[in-house]
């Protein structure tokens, strides 16, 4: 998407709700390099609908429900000084 | 979650949410929050602020988790979503006990913390001092701030946590710390992080 503040993917319910994603929602949602095969091991029925300035609709990430707890620990973690 | 929080949010890397429990969730929330202090302990991971030897504190800060706090943390893991526009996924949440002082030396949360959600357990905490102007700095930087007896440790945009909600903080982007005052007795700070999937 360029670097036009005004500009916005819009994806559209079968209500025809619009939803409206600022190109600053869409950089923060770009995904690192390295989760490429995570995320295209876990996309449903691949789509690839083009949709414009070179971005296309993948498809839905469907991830398992321990997904969620991939990253999820029990031990407390908190600040604290240490020698220099 | 309102477009004018999200809005807040993303400009200044924090934003008080109120309101998102009753009192009697707040009750149960300080009540579990002393339950678990006597399980409490110096964590083994977290931020390290490296200062010299002068400045270490008297005692660490001992931190410990319990079952209602994890309920909320997962049960918040929406509101963290759509506050952020980011896949979160929960890492961890604690109770962290500050006895007789609530000094927080300055920091940036780990990696574990794409965002946190800080609300006071019990007691009452001083408020935090968020530097945005320091955005960007190393641990070791943040560590000699913190080793230097003239750095003005008043600094900061001053925050306080609402009582029936949290403060979500951009943690591990936006360097914070509490100056601590002398406080009778035991305070605590219940913090929830959560870090992106991808």
């Known amino acids: ?7 916005a993917l819009v994806i559209v319910d079968a209500e025809r709700n619009y939803y409206v ?12 390099p390295e989760a490429r095969a995570l995320i295209e091991a876990h996309l449903g029925e691949r789509a690839d609908v083009p949709l414009c300035e070179g971005y296309s609709f993948a498809g839905v990430l469907n991830l398992p429900a321990e997904a969620d707890m991939a990253h999820y620990t029990s031990e407390a973690s908190w600040p604290v000084a240490s020698v220099s | 979650m309102t477009p004018a929080e999200r ?7 924090y934003v008080h949410l109120p309101g998102l429990w009753d009192g009697r969730l707040s009750d149960a929330i300080a009540a579990e929050g002393r339950e678990r202090h006597a399980h409490a302990a110096i964590p083994l991971s977290g931020p390290r602020t490296p200062v010299v030897t002068r400045r270490l504190p008297r005692r660490a800060t001992p ?22 526009g980011r896949l979160l996924v929960p890492t961890f949440a604690a109770y962290g ?3 007789g002082d609530d000094e927080v030396f300055l920091h940036i949360d780990t990696e574990q913390c794409d965002l946190t959600l800080l609300t006071t357990a019990f007691g009452a905490v001083g408020p935090l001092h968020l530097h945005p ?8 930087r943040l560590g000699q701030l913190e080793s230097d007896p003239e750095w003005d ?5 001053r925050i306080s946590y609402p009582p029936t909600g949290v403060t979500a903080l951009d943690g591990h982007v936006l360097p914070h710390h509490r100056p601590g005052r002398p ?8 913090a929830l992080c959560y870090r992106a999937l991808f």
């Open chain 2, 63 to 84: 931190a410990a988790s319990g079952p209602l706090l994890a309920q909320v943390h997962l049960a918040l893991t929406g509101t963290a979503r759509a506050l952020t």
């Open chain 2, 7 to 13: 809005r807040a949010f993303t400009a200044d890397g």
């Open chain 1, 21 to 32: 994603l600022p190109r600053e929602a869409v950089a923060t949602a770009k995904a690192a």
């Open chain 2, 183 to 190: 406080a009778p007795g035991v305070q605590a700070v219940a």
């Open chain 1, 1 to 7: 998407m360029p670097e036009n503040a005004s500009q």
């Open chain 2, 97 to 99: 006990y500050y006895e």
């Open chain 2, 153 to 157: 440790r008043t600094a900061g945009t």
């Open chain 2, 133 to 140: 102007g320091l955005v960007g700095a190393t641990m070791e």
